[in-house]
């Protein structure tokens, strides 16, 4: 990895929250399912239940209808188990709750033109959205698309089919109807909130993380991040077998730059001659680490020491087509690099590494600067 990922916060926040919407619709989905089963077996079988539990009791029965009714819902649910799972996205999950809000619909229009079962319609509609409601508040569009046909059966019924509904029903309905809202809004708030705290949480952990791994001025990788990754290179290496170079680089007469051009200007040249280095390694296996100072390390994965001489010569072009200024430089009018370059053998530590490419960088400055050589 060589650059700190970036994570815009209202993007992270959006993907999250949709994220947790689904989750939340995959579990809550199958439960308001079975809720509704457990309502439409209650109907089916409560004639059943009261003559059981009282052989003289005067009930009345369900209805041809309704228990037909309940066995095509049944039907419905058993077909619709296997399928459920590959339900991702919104628009089949609106479908599917409007067609089940829809079941209710007719259930309740054949309860409310029976003068034997309308005492259960407001039980059972408060029981139906206040269900729903624990199920699918996160997803207001497809809590609607539940609700909504229920509403509309009633209001069918009060205004213009204009059923004997009892005022003091009417009533409770339309309070239990607000209390719905209300509770909806306040639970969708919470729901938001903790997904943006949980935003918030993971932003931070990203920004520790690139504190923790990235040096702050160039963006490259810092010392730590180069020491981890060098480690798992040389054990990875060790396990699997294959090759791999290091070069490490230090800026030519940096001191004098510094002296004559001001600190400032000093880690603007740093800012710019890090990114030179990005732009020729191979992104994102091969990694640019800030190693302390002006010296830099670059981690070459599956290249010996003739490839690393390859990225070597493309470092000081690229170096030398930034064409930084440098007055006092004995070498060149421009800032200039020396770099030495390890190939890594089998039983070598990283230490052993990083040191024997520092003594081809000393090597490389006596020479001269703005070149490269090769430790042995
Ligand atoms: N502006 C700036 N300067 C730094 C930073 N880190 C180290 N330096 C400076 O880099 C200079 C390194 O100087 P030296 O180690 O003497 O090396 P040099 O002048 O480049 O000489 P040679 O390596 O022999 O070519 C010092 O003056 C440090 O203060 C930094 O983050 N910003």
Redesign the pocket.
């Known amino acids: 990895m060589q650059t700190p990922p970036v994570l815009q916060p209202d993007h992270a926040f959006h993907t999250l929250l949709d994220h947790y919407k689904k989750a939340s619709l995959r579990t809550s989905g199958i439960w308001l399912l079975l809720a509704n089963l457990s309502f439409v077996l209650f109907l089916f079988g409560r004639h059943q239940f009261r003559v059981l539990l009282d052989p003289h009791a005067d009930v009345a029965v369900s209805g041809p209808v309704l228990d037909k009714l309940a066995l095509i819902f049944l039907v419905f649910i058993i077909l619709l188990l296997p399928v459920l799972r590959f339900i991702r996205s919104r628009t089949p999950a609106m479908v599917l709750a409007f067609l089940v809000g829809l079941y209710w619909a007719v259930v309740f229009h054949y309860m409310l033109t029976s003068d034997t079962q309308q005492q259960l319609v407001f039980p059972l509609f408060c029981m139906l959205i206040f269900t729903a409601l624990i199920a699918l508040y996160p997803t207001m569009p497809i809590l609607y698309s539940f609700t909504l046909p229920l509403w509309f059966s009633l209001f069918f019924h009060l205004i213009l089919l204009k059923a004997d509904i009892p005022v003091l029903e009417i009533v409770a309905m339309i309070v239990a109807s607000a209390l719905f809202e209300t509770a909806r809004i306040m639970l969708s708030r919470w729901f938001v909130l903790s997904v943006r705290r949980e935003c918030d949480n993971q932003l931070l952990v990203s920004k520790l993380d690139n504190l923790a791994h990235y040096d702050p ?1 160039t963006g490259v990788a810092n010392r730590r991040q180069l020491d981890k990754q060098l480690q798992q290179l040389i054990a990875q290496t060790e396990r699997q077998g294959g090759i791999f170079s290091l070069i490490m680089i ?7 730059y ?1 002296d004559h051009y001001g ?1 400032q200007a ?2 603007n040249c ?1 800012v710019d001659i890090a990114k030179c280095f990005r732009q020729v390694v191979r992104q994102p296996a091969d990694l640019v680490a800030r190693y302390g ?2 010296e830099f390390v670059i981690l070459l994965h599956s290249a010996a020491a003739t490839d690393a001489e390859v990225v070597a010569q493309r470092i000081r072009q690229s170096v030398a087509q930034a064409a930084i200024p440098h007055a006092l430089s004995q070498v060149a009018d421009t800032v200039t690099v ?1 770099q030495g370059i390890m190939q890594w053998s089998p039983g070598m530590t990283s230490l052993e590494l990083l040191q024997r490419a520092d003594s081809a960088l000393y090597d490389a ?1 006596h020479a001269g ?1 703005n070149g490269y050589c090769v430790g042995q």
């Open positions: 001025l230090d800026v030519d007469y940096f001191k004098k510094n600190h000093g880690d740093l100072g002006e020396s400055k600067r």
